[in-house]
């Protein structure tokens, strides 16, 4: 029996996965981030305050957890330095507590304005979130990326400085001419060396001596750069198997592997997106779930659950337990409904979620509709204290994903969770 459990967002991103880890980290003694960067924003709420956590693991805020961001990681520093500085309220950070890996790619004050450049530039944006993700994923592939270990010695990092001189067309440009932000990246140096280490030997170390350890996923499974809706998607492995990549470890300590979903779906940025609802329904849902990026303020796109992605989604990160968030959203809704499969104008009807974009922008959704509810839904207690409707909808999901539902989402505080 392993003492490993994955938490990973089963949707593209947003479904919850702050509030969840921080429930979950109580049983735990690790949380560690194993990918993405400060493109992810995970909400929780400590005390009744609202905190946004980019890059610090959803963790941090259970006492006496340690936080780790693993080597699939890329690491903003100065951002990272300012989160360090939002927790200290709350928390006191020291290394024992805040395992960073040196071998975590650096997001610099380049790949920000190269995100930022090929956005605007392009004739088929992304809609990232200009945060650097794409440039520093593809700068470690190119084996010309710079390292938090390396980053944290100055000798090093001035290395780095001349081969991007060397290689990067408008670097030495860019580094003169936005001195303040290369200052502040520098700066950022001294105050996270002392947290850098070997953090896969520790998180290691943790999982052999039989303590628990939570993954905290980022983004979500449909935006996985192998098994996303590319080119839609984000640059980092965002699926369950992401973390055996990053943090180097055996399958075999794996316990449980959970998918958060929301009981709907949302999208953030460009792409397909079948059941996408351009109505009022879908206006009704988007201000009711507060429904904008945590990260960058955009609105989301929101529609009805989507059966056919999430068995996708299932199938690819193998969920034990699917965590259905946000069900107190569709409260007085008079129907809710779940995408069963797609109609494609020449192909027919479709099942298994398809690899091609295009073909998935054309795709129509057959719908299956279940009476809504009108009773507010428990805020703590178990599923089955819910009212009649709101227990056949988590049914009626569970057989049409074939993954049974373990945990529900009522609420944005830690106490909002109804149980098996
Ligand atoms: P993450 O990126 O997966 O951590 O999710 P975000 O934090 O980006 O977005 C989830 C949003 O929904 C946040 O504003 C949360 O406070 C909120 N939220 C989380 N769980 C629930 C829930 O069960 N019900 C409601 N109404 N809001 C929730
Ligand atoms: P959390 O962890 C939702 C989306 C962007 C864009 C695409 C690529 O909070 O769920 P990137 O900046 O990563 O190169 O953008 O991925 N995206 C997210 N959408 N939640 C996130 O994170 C996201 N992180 C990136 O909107 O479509
Ligand atoms: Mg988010």
Not at 26 to 34: F, G, K, Q, S, T
Not at 186 to 211: M, N, S
Request: aromatic share 10%; glycine share 10%; hydrophobic share 40%.
């Amino acid at each position: 029996m392993g003492n490993v459990t994955i938490l990973v967002g089963a949707q593209w991103g947003d479904e919850g996965k702050g509030k969840w880890i921080d429930i979950l980290a109580d049983r735990v003694a690790v949380v560690a981030r194993y990918q993405g960067g400060n493109n992810a924003g995970h909400t929780l709420y400590v005390n009744g305050q609202k905190v946004v956590l980019h890059q610090i693991p959803s963790g941090i805020f259970q006492p006496d957890k340690i936080s780790a961001l693993a080597s699939g990681v890329v690491v903003n520093p100065s951002q990272l330095v300012m989160e360090m500085d939002k927790v200290k309220p709350y928390v006191t950070l020291t290394p024992d507590r805040l395992w960073l890996s040196a071998r975590a790619h650096v997001i610099s004050p380049w790949h920000i304005h190269v995100d930022g450049k090929k956005e605007s530039e392009s004739s088929q944006p992304i809609g990232t979130t200009k945060r650097g993700i794409g440039p520093t994923y593809a700068e470690k592939a190119n084996r010309t990326g710079l390292r938090l270990g390396d980053y944290a010695v100055a000798s090093r990092r001035k290395a780095w400085f001349e081969l991007m001189r060397e290689s990067a067309p408008g670097f030495a440009q860019h580094f003169e001419s936005h001195a303040e932000a290369w200052q502040e990246f520098e700066a950022a140096a001294d105050k996270l060396a002392p947290f850098i280490g070997d953090a896969e030997l520790h998180v290691r170390k943790a999982i052999q001596a039989g303590q628990g350890v939570l993954l905290e996923g980022a983004q979500g499974v449909l935006l996985d750069i192998n098994h996303g809706t590319y080119p839609y998607v984000t640059s980092s492995e965002t699926a369950a198997g992401g973390a055996f990549a990053s943090l180097g470890f055996a399958p075999r300590h794996i316990d449980k592997i959970y998918g958060v979903a929301k009981a709907y779906v949302t999208r953030v940025g460009e792409g397909p997106f079948p059941t996408e609802l351009k109505d009022e329904v879908g206006q009704w849902i988007a201000t009711k779930g507060k429904e904008f990026g945590a990260t960058t303020g955009r609105p989301r796109r929101c529609g009805w659950l989507d059966a056919v992605a999430m068995r996708y989604s299932a199938a690819i990160s193998g969920y034990d337990g699917v965590i259905l968030n946000k069900m107190d959203i569709l409260t007085g809704l008079p129907e809710v409904k779940v995408c069963v499969a797609y109609e494609h104008p020449t192909l027919g009807r479709i099942e298994d979620f398809p690899w091609d974009y295009e073909v998935l922008a054309q795709c129509r959704p057959i719908y299956q509709s279940f009476p809504g509810w009108t009773e507010e839904l428990p805020h703590g207690g178990k599923i089955s204290d819910m009212p009649a409707n709101a227990r056949a909808y988590v049914a009626g999901v569970e057989e049409l994903i074939g993954v049974p539902v373990s945990m529900v989402g009522t609420g944005v505080n830690r106490q909002d969770a109804l149980f098996r």
